[in-house]
């Protein structure tokens, strides 16, 4: 069992270029969560799925986008990238966003933005 | 605003104990997580306390005051690879985890 995957590992992209961020969970957890963590700050939240079909917004969602069209995957967009999105961008799951349910998290993607 | 405060960074002897406290101010409370980060890599799960008092496992205990808005995180006979940061996570009222900026381990030999 994989647990959470992420893809790619690290990436640098010119400003102004659109990317996508992969992630996908083969723990049947129905919500998923996107986080950014930078330096001197707490993990951060951009969007969430409390289940297939849904999405939400976090606290720093503007220049992301989700889709969660089914269960394992949860894709991040940037839809035009800037220097300021520079950070390691963590994926997560749980069962469900009920007290107690823990995240689990897959390994994290290092994005350069130039 | 919501606000979780966390030590920057600790330095503990090797066979030592730590205690890694956690103040938080939030929108509603429902839970409090403790999460271990080794440089490069992803969080780990370590705690989660709902209910005043003590959760102890194995090496690692962690204590709640909801009243105090505090907790922290005690880790007894430190060894080297407990070398990393601690993440002090809170639910909030709408079920999202409200995180501190997390307390970088030093364990000396």
């Known amino acids: 069992i994989a647990g959470i995957t992420q893809a790619p590992t690290s990436q640098i992209l010119a400003a102004g270029r659109r990317m996508t961020l992969r992630c996908t969970q083969d723990m049947r957890h129905n919500a998923m969560y996107w986080y950014r963590q930078d330096l001197g700050l707490g993990l951060r939240l951009i969007h969430y799925?409390?289940?297939?079909?849904?999405?939400g917004k976090g606290e720093v969602p503007d220049g992301y986008s989700v889709s969660r069209a089914n269960t394992d995957d949860f894709p991040l967009t940037l839809a035009s990238a800037v220097p300021s999105q520079t950070s390691v961008y963590f994926c997560a799951s749980s069962d469900s966003t009920s007290s107690g349910d823990t995240q689990y998290f897959g390994p994290g993607t290092r994005l350069t933005v130039l | 605003g919501q606000n979780i405060d966390q030590p920057t960074e600790m330095t503990a002897t090797e066979g030592a104990i730590v205690q890694i406290n956690c103040t938080y101010q939030t929108s509603g409370f429902n839970g409090l997580f403790w999460y271990q980060q080794h440089a490069g890599e992803a969080p780990t799960f370590l705690s989660y306390n709902v209910l005043d008092g003590l959760e102890e496992k194995g090496r690692f205990s962690s204590f709640l005051s909801r009243s105090k808005g505090y907790s922290y995180l005690l880790l007894k006979e430190l060894q080297m690879k407990d070398s990393a940061s601690y993440l002090c996570a809170v639910l909030d009222s709408n079920y999202q985890l409200i995180w501190g900026a997390g307390t970088k381990l030093i364990i000396k030999p």
């Open positions: 799925s409390n289940t297939a079909g849904t999405t």
